[in-house]
């Protein structure tokens, strides 16, 4: 197949944790071809993407409408996940829309939106349950979702809909990162005993995919993934049984859990909001209003549909935490006891490679 009848699919996003492993699903087998827009092209994540083939690299930010025109200009279809860590509630809000009207007035056959729970609303619009970085895209989501309804004949639209990175529970600097106390590879979280629906990046890609390849189908759905909903004392199991340490989950309060990261409970969620603007969450608002959604058990998922569209998904902490261990051995990473030493942990988001300074 000559390369200009290969559809071009247009990401935003993809350098970053969930983009990585969508972007190699995408161009997996040279189906289709991937224009990525990254801020710095010479970036180890943005070299490593280009090195699958099929890959084009679009330098510039995402919040200028000339770069958004050229980037969409002559593509099938986008790919669109937003770190509102980066660029904070409104700024995403504002060119997540922005981004939607451009690919279709530049003529895009099919849009896929990086979403997650609108959690303020599944709360019945308690404030307890406020978190921006749900939220923001919660809202834009149902946006696109309402706008598919009377343009889908120019431009299917869909949401994939992630929620909290397993992966976070064996990395270093988020809101979930292990510690050894006394010998002991330990959680401390406020949920209590309630199970959470954690994703497994490495399927995000799978599901992507899908989505790309059956346009028709699913062209206004919400497709919310995980692996399962799964406890933190489901997940310290799972690990003693993988790895023969021995993990533990200890329940906290809110406020217990907040004295752990006193440091940075005042500080803005995201890097770049400002911080004397009163839409700005504080990093402890927003994840207390995260826990709280967690703990009530409000993140709902229906796993039928993903058994379906994915027959060979991971489906248990268990599984993954095998699969982690056999990938790190191979790759020289190291056991998972090696790799959640303080001393070995590393960052599986990007916002550690932006030092949390990462611009637009």
């Known amino acids: 197949m000559d390369s200009q009848d290969v559809p071009k699919i247009f990401v935003i996003g ?3 944790a969930q983009g990585m492993p969508i972007v190699r699903s995408l161009v997996s087998d040279k189906k289709y071809q991937v224009k990525v827009l ?4 010479s970036s180890r994540r943005a070299q490593e993407l280009y090195g699958l083939g099929n890959v084009e690299l679009f330098e510039g930010s995402l919040a200028n409408e000339t770069t958004l025109h050229n980037g969409l200009r002559g593509c099938y279809g986008a790919f669109v996940n937003i770190d509102g860590f980066n660029t904070g509630k409104k700024a995403e809000m504002f060119w997540a829309i922005r981004i939607y009207e451009i690919a279709l007035e530049e003529g895009l056959k099919f849009f896929v939106y990086g979403n997650h729970d609108y959690a303020l609303k599944a709360g019945a619009y308690n404030s307890k349950y406020r978190c921006g970085h749900l939220d923001g895209k919660g809202r834009i989501g149902e946006w696109i979702l309402w706008q598919n309804t009377t343009n889908m004949d120019r ?6 809909t992630g929620g909290p990175y397993i992966d976070m529970s064996i990395s270093g600097a988020t809101m979930m990162s292990p510690t050894i106390e006394d010998g002991i590879v330990t959680w401390r979280i406020p949920v209590g005993d309630v199970a959470v629906p954690f994703v497994a990046l490495q399927d995000c890609g799978y599901y992507v995919r899908w989505m790309f390849d059956n346009p028709r189908r699913a062209s206004g759905i919400d497709l919310r993934t995980a692996i399962a909903h799964i406890s933190f004392h489901e997940m310290a199991a799972a690990f003693e049984r993988v790895t023969g340490h021995p993990a533990q989950y200890i329940e906290m309060s809110m406020d217990d859990y907040w004295a752990l990261y006193r440091d940075i409970a005042n500080l803005p969620a995201a890097y770049n909001a400002d911080p004397n603007d ?5 990093t402890r608002d927003n994840f207390t209003g995260f826990w709280n959604f967690c703990k009530d058990d409000l993140m709902k998922r229906e796993y039928a549909i993903l058994d379906e569209i994915h027959p060979n998904r ?3 902490a268990e599984q993954w935490f095998r699969i982690e261990e056999a990938n790190g051995q191979a790759s020289g990473k190291g056991s998972l006891w090696d790799r959640v030493q303080p001393e070995n942990i590393t960052e599986v988001l990007k916002r550690g490679e932006d030092g949390g300074k990462g611009t637009l």
């Open 314 to 316: 991971i489906k248990t």
């Open 278 to 282: 009163a839409s700005t969450m504080s």
């Open 14 to 16: 993809g350098t970053g």
């Open 38 to 41: 990254t801020r710095n092209a």
């Open 155 to 160: 431009m299917g639209a869909a949401l994939y």
